[in-house]
Each structure stands twice: as C-alpha cells, then as structure tokens.
C-alpha cells in the first residue's frame, strides 16, 4: 500500500490523500518507485477542479515524477534506473505521480541526468523544463547572449523564475515582469538584470509599440502576450508557452507583417523524445544549482492539496517539490 493524492467525482468533485494498492495502478510497462513529484500550474488546476484538466475519473494528480524503477518489461529500463517523467497526459488521463508509485510506459521516461538527484529534477519539473524548451526555441531562431534584453512575464513563477536563471547564466540580459514588488530581491538573485510592473502589460495595449525587447519568454498569455509581441523589436522572438492571465490572444498582425516577429509555441506535453533529451542535457549544463535551491520549496504529499490551493491564489514563488515517499 502507498500514499496517493486521489482525484474523484463520484458523485460530487473530491481530492484526497488516501492509501492505495497495486491494483489501483493503471496499465504501463514500467512501475517506478516516485521519491518526488512536484506541483505545477496544470497541477493546481486539477485539483482544485478550476479547469477541465481531468479526462478520466478516478485520477492520481500529479503529472511529473522522479524515481527509481522497481520493475519493467520495456526493454529500455530495468530495476534500479533512476527516471523521470513529464507530461504524456499523465495525471490527466493516465494516473499520475503525486503517490508512492507510477505505472507509466517506458517510451515516456528520460534517464536522470548523474547531475541532478530525484529531489532536484523535480525541482526542475515540467517548469523548468517548458523554461529549457522556450530558450532552446529561441536559439533556434538566432538569440544569442548580447542581442538585447529578453523579457520573462511572471517571473516568479515556475517556469519564469527558471527561464530567469537559465537566460542570465547564458550571458542574456534579463527583465523580469512580476506583480509582487516584495519579490524584486529574489528576482535579481536569480540573475534578472531589471524587474518590470507586471501591469505594464497586463492591460490592452496598441498593436506596435516602442521596441524594446530582442526575445521573449511568456508564460502568460492574453493582454501580456499580445503587448509582449507589440514591444519586441524587429527581427525577434516571442516563446509563448502558459495562459496564467488567459487563453485569449487580443493582438493584431502588424508585429508579425511590420517588424518580421515570430511567434513561437512552446508545448512541454507531447514534445518529442530527442527534445526532451536534449532539454535534461542543457539543464544539467545551464543551471545553477545554488539557484535551483534558491527557487524551491519541499512540501509532503499530504500537505499538496493546501499549496495546491496556494499556488492558484498566487500566493507561491519558484517551485513546489513534494516528497511523496519515505
């Protein structure tokens, strides 16, 4: 038997901590033994039941983990390998890793890279590793350290606070765009060059406005995204991968036709295995890991349901690392 964070709605929505067996698990290749998950936006929003995110009933939450394989038919991993796991659907449509245990499909796991620990990668979580995907996509498109100042939008947040400390370390200089003035301090440790009010974005802007940023990362969404691509100078890059103010894009055409803008989407769920691969090896390589432990908070698997609440109020910074074993 082991700890699960168990998401119901039968006959009303319910999350719970409860003991499960085995035979609660779904069907898979590999059963990995999870030291740690973590709590991320999607996370939130499953279980405190704001959005959709659920598909199959009942849920284990939970769509990161990293841990120890106790058994396996896939040819690709045997007992002992250390794993982790982001997106594929799971937690939303395949029982997920905020529990002692996981059956997932080995095609799904990438080995731990030596120079992170369980605790540590998920710290990273699918945060981070969404924060990798975007500089990546950046790189892809040119940007290079001295090209200009690239604005990250909610900066303190999971995948912002990452991508600060990820682009600072390659040499970028950084704005970081927050609305917590209390967290300017904490912004400009993680490497932020600038920390700009978040409402200078946040409301309806014009469709081109003064140039100012040569890239951008955003994990927003709406009015941001939109004024965050109005700002960008010619030649750029935005990395759009959130909707924390929104889904809706309220923008016009005139960045893309008039200043040669590219928008580009950033999907950490079904992103392919290289990409995945090359993401963990860039991290293991590009991240500070005094500012990795700056960024993170450990919680226990019962206390998930109340941070999980937490971070939807906006009341969390960095990353929520959850020990669901021992």
């Keep these: 038997m082991f700890k699960a964070l168990v998401l119901d709605k039968a006959p009303e929505f319910s999350a719970a901590v409860r003991e499960v067996g085995d035979d609660f698990l779904p069907e898979g290749d590999v059963t990995v033994e999870v030291a740690y998950s973590t709590l991320n936006y999607k996370d939130g929003l499953a279980i405190t039941n704001r959005s959709p995110v659920v598909r199959s009933w009942p849920m284990v939450a939970g769509i990161d983990g990293a841990g120890r394989v106790v058994e396996s038919s896939s040819p690709k991993w045997k007992p002992g390998d250390q794993v982790v796991l982001n997106g594929f659907g799971v937690g939303e449509t395949h029982k997920g890793c905020l529990a002692g245990r996981a059956r997932l499909k080995g095609d799904w796991l990438v080995r731990l890279p030596q120079a992170f620990t369980p605790r540590q990668a998920m ?33 303190t947040g999971g995948v912002g606070s990452i991508a600060v400390a990820l682009l600072s370390k390659l040499g970028h200089r950084v704005a970081a765009a927050t609305g917590k003035a209390s967290e300017h301090g904490f912004l400009r440790d993680l490497g932020a060059a600038t920390v700009i009010d978040r409402a200078e974005l946040a409301a309806p802007g014009k469709p081109l406005q003064k140039e100012r940023w040569a890239a951008v990362v955003d994990a927003v969404g709406s009015h941001t995204l939109a004024n965050a691509c109005a700002q960008t100078r010619y030649g750029g890059a935005v990395a759009a991968c959130g909707l924390a103010q929104g889904m809706d894009f309220p923008a016009t055409v005139a960045p893309f036709i008039l200043r040669g803008l590219s928008l580009l989407g950033v999907d950490s769920v079904m992103a392919p295995m290289p990409l995945r691969e090359q993401a963990w090896t ?32 906006g009341q969390v910074r960095g990353r929520l690392v959850v020990r669901t074993g021992g």
């Design 123 to 155: 710290s990273i979580g699918t945060a981070g590793y969404t924060a990798m995907l975007c500089v990546l996509a950046l790189e892809r498109h040119g940007l290079k350290a001295g090209d200009g100042e690239v604005l990250v939008t909610g900066a």
């Design 282 to 313: 860039r991290l293991a390589s590009d991240l500070d890991p005094a500012r990795l432990e700056a960024i993170t908070t450990e919680i226990t698997l019962d206390q998930a349901i109340e941070h999980a609440q937490r971070l939807m109020a």
